[in-house]
């Protein structure tokens, strides 16, 4: 960062009135070249006429180094603010250059800045049945997480070996937000992004719908409104996910649990079409104006995840835990049904697997079908739960795989599925022990994977 001291004498005597001094870290200014006394005049105001005040001004983007394992990520600035609170006064805190005001002799003005590739949130990936990496026809990749409390969208142009932050360097969610997914849809101006995730404030949760062009948003849609207290903001976790076909159709899926005042518990969805208004920017027309519940859920069915095949226009795959086992379901676009959309009957999908708990799945759609994947747990005689497996399920073939690096001595959790790039094979990954596990349903084969 910089700081301009509009009293600053130079070396040579001069005060030339804006000379920047710049800062690599801690600083206190010192009002002359050379000078050991430090401080600033306090409660100079930067309106009246012709106002004489302090500046600072910050870089964006820039790489720094953070040492270690850890390397060079580059930063984006996200605002000011000073410590003690209320200790220095901004005219614009969310802006790279603006005039601050000190208030108080122990004030200190920080710039907050927001690598890629870094979070602040040990949740930061949560919710496997969420897609959060994607990669676009071009090759690009894009990630979606959480940080500082905040949804943020991030983009590859070289196979992930360095990262930008999208929406010009700032969060995706206006405010708090959390549960954050993606899906795309290649048009003929660019890739247009899907991203929903759940915001909230003081007044309750909003899911939002956020569509990207080119990495640049275009269009905000809020798709349901839940008001409860603070203190149900924990708790209250929508999973929301989203899919597009290649035909632009969106659908959408979530989780209401029903103990929000004025709600029912079950699977909700909405569904429309994405098109390019004149050509040029990306809009949705919902077939479905307003959420509608899948019939077959209720307080016991949650944590949804959808997918559905690129390389042709095929049904909506969607898979969703109820009551320990996983259910699978299909979606499929009908112009002469209601809500434009055909619902199968549901399938308990984890039947025969051999274990009895059966949690958390993730689903990948393939070319007439999907690959399913969860946690499965095995009961022993006592009634308590073995450490679970990474279970997977062909749902073309009903062929089962299962995958423990420990061989059921640790759990493997939150596993997650999706297609090779070519849509031949699938991939599933898990945590284990505090490591990441890949594995590949057919053949059966497990290999560690660095992270």
Do not use: C
Request: glycine residues 8%; without cysteine; hydrophobic residues 35%.
């Amino acid at each position: 960062m910089q700081f301009q001291d509009p009293w600053y004498v130079l070396s040579d005597g001069s005060q030339p009135g804006n000379y920047w001094i710049p800062v690599t870290s801690y600083y206190e200014p010192v009002g002359r070249a050379g000078a050991l006394d430090k401080g600033v005049f306090l409660n100079q105001p930067y309106t009246g006429n012709n106002p004489v005040y302090y500046s600072i001004k910050a870089q964006s983007p820039q790489n720094i180094n953070l040492g270690g394992s850890l390397g060079t990520h580059k930063f984006y600035f996200n605002n000011w603010e000073a410590s003690p609170s209320g200790s220095a006064t901004f005219q614009d805190a969310n802006a790279l250059e603006t005039p601050v005001v000190f208030n108080s002799n122990t004030a200190t003005v920080n710039a907050v800045m927001k690598g890629s590739q870094l979070s602040s949130d040990t949740s930061a990936l949560a919710s496997n049945g969420q897609r959060k990496l994607i990669r676009t026809p071009n090759g690009y990749l894009h990630q979606v997480y959480t940080s500082l409390g905040k949804v943020w969208y991030e983009k590859s142009t070289d196979n992930g070996t360095t990262w930008d932050i999208m929406n010009g360097g700032k969060a995706v969610s206006v405010g708090t937000a959390k549960l954050v997914s993606m899906d795309y849809f290649n048009t003929t101006q660019g890739n247009v992004i899907a991203i929903i995730y759940q915001a909230y404030n003081s007044g309750g949760s909003n899911l939002i719908l956020d569509l990207y062009l080119n990495g640049v948003l275009k269009q905000t849609y809020g798709l349901a409104i839940y008001s409860h207290s603070s203190g149900d903001i924990p708790n209250f976790n929508t999973n929301p996910t989203v899919a597009i076909n290649s035909n632009g159709q969106i659908l959408v899926t979530w989780y209401v649990d029903g103990v929000i005042a004025g709600t029912t518990s079950g699977l909700y969805y909405k569904y429309g079409y994405i098109y390019l208004s004149y050509g040029l920017y990306p809009l949705i027309s919902w077939y479905t104006s307003s959420p509608v519940i899948v019939s077959s859920s209720g307080l016991s069915t949650f944590n949804p995840s959808v997918s559905v095949y690129k390389a042709s226009l095929q049904p909506f795959q969607f898979v969703y835990e109820n009551s320990n086992q996983i259910y699978y379901q299909t979606f499929t676009d009908n112009v002469n049904s209601i809500n434009h959309i055909d619902i199968s009957t549901a399938q308990d999908i984890s039947s025969g697997s051999g274990f009895g708990i059966n949690n958390n799945p993730s689903v990948t759609a393939i070319n007439g079908g999907a690959y399913a994947v969860w946690e499965g747990r095995k009961l022993r005689r006592n009634g308590t739960t073995r450490p679970s497996w990474a279970v997977a399920k062909n749902l073309i073939n009903n062929v089962f795989s299962q995958f423990s690096n420990s061989n059921e001595v640790i759990d493997a959790l939150l596993p997650n599925i999706n297609t090779e790039e070519n849509n031949s094979n699938v991939v599933l990954t898990w945590s284990e022990n505090l490591s990441g596990y890949v594995g590949e349903p057919s053949p059966d084969t497990l290999h560690a994977l660095n992270i």
